[in-house]
C-alpha cells in the first residue's frame, strides 16, 4: 500500500542531521507494516497531482497554525476535502489533525491554557464513551475547539478534550506525536526553552519523558485504519 506524505513543515535545521525530517520519522513509526511512502513537500507549494496518486495519506506536523495566511494551506484543504468527498484514506497528526478537522468544519485556535508540551495521557475512547489510557509525547499551543460534524471523539485528555477525531469518510487523526520519539522530544523542547516554551514548562516536561510510551500503539492503530480503509474505499 502506497502512503503519500504531506509534509507541512520542516524540522528545524540544527536537528535535522540527528532525528531526519518528519517524513523520516513517519517511516521509522510506520515500518513493518507494509507500507510504502511518497513525501510532497506542500509546506514548499509542491501539492500531489491527484487525490489518487496514492493510496492513502498522512498530514504531518508543523510549526504553523492552520489558521494562519499561508498561500499553501487553502489548497491544502481543497485537497483535504477532495480526497474525503471520494473516500481515499486520510490520517493527520498534531497540525494534521488541525488542518483536517478546520478543511472539514471545525476550527481550531490557539488555546488559552497554553501548551501541551511532553508526555501526556490520553484516553482512547470507544463508542461507550471509555477505553485504554495512553502516554503520548505532546508539542502543541492549538487545538481542535470545535470538532467538524461528521468527526467523533476517539481521545481526549483534561488538556486537549478533541485530541482524536474518527470521521464518518475514511479518516482519522491524532493530536499527540507518536513519531516524536524521546530523544527528538528531548533536543526538541531544549531548542525551543526559553523562546517558544517558558523555561518552567520546558525544565518540568524534560524530566518527565522517559521512554517512547505508547506510540507503537497509535502507530498499529493507524496502520490498521489505513488498511480498513483502503479495503472500503475499493
Known amino acids: 500500500m502506497k502512503i503519500g506524505i504531506l509534509e ?27 507500507f510504502d511512502f511518497t513525501t510532497w513537500p506542500v ?24 489558521y494562519e495566511p499561508h498561500p499553501w494551506i487553502p489548497p491544502l484543504e481543497d485537497f483535504i476535502r477532495r480526497a474525503y468527498a471520494e473516500g481515499v484514506p486520510l490520517a493527520g497528526i498534531c497540525f494534521g489533525h488541525q488542518v483536517m478537522a478546520q478543511a472539514l468544519g471545525g476550527k481550531v485556535e490557539k488555546f488559552a491554557g497554553g501548551w501541551g508540551v511532553g508526555r501526556s ?45 474518527a470521521y464518518r469518510g475514511n479518516a ?8 516524536f520519539d524521546a530523544a527528538f522530544m528531548r533536543d526538541l523542547i531544549s531548542a525551543r526553552a526559553g523562546t517558544l516554551l517558558p523555561e518552567p514548562q520546558a525544565s518540568a516536561a524534560l524530566g518527565g519523558l522517559g521512554d517512547e510510551g505508547d506510540a507503537a ?18
Open 172 to 179: 482519522i487523526s491524532f493530536q499527540p506525536h507518536p513519531e
Open 8 to 34: 507541512t513543515g520542516h524540522v528545524p535545521e540544527e536537528l535535522t542531521g540527528r532525528h531526519g525530517t518528519y517524513p523520516d520519522m513517519f517511516a521509522r513509526l510506520l515500518s513493518g507494516h507494509g
Open 121 to 165: 495521557r490520553y484516553r482512547l475512547l470507544d463508542n461507550h464513551g471509555d477505553g485504554e489510557e495512553l502516554e503520548l509525547h505532546a508539542m502543541h499551543q492549538d487545538q481542535v475547539t470545535v470538532a467538524p460534524a461528521e468527526a467523533r471523539v476517539i481521545a481526549s485528555s483534561p488538556f486537549c478534550r478533541n485530541a482524536g477525531l
Open 43 to 66: 509546506v514548499d507549494g509542491v501539492f500531489p497531482p491527484d487525490i489518487r496518486a496514492c493510496d492513502g495519506w498522512l498530514i504531518t506536523g508543523s510549526r504553523h497554525g492552520a
Open 217 to 234: 500503539k497509535i502507530a498499529a492503530r493507524i496502520a490498521a485504519f489505513f488498511r480498513q480503509a483502503a479495503r472500503v474505499a475499493a
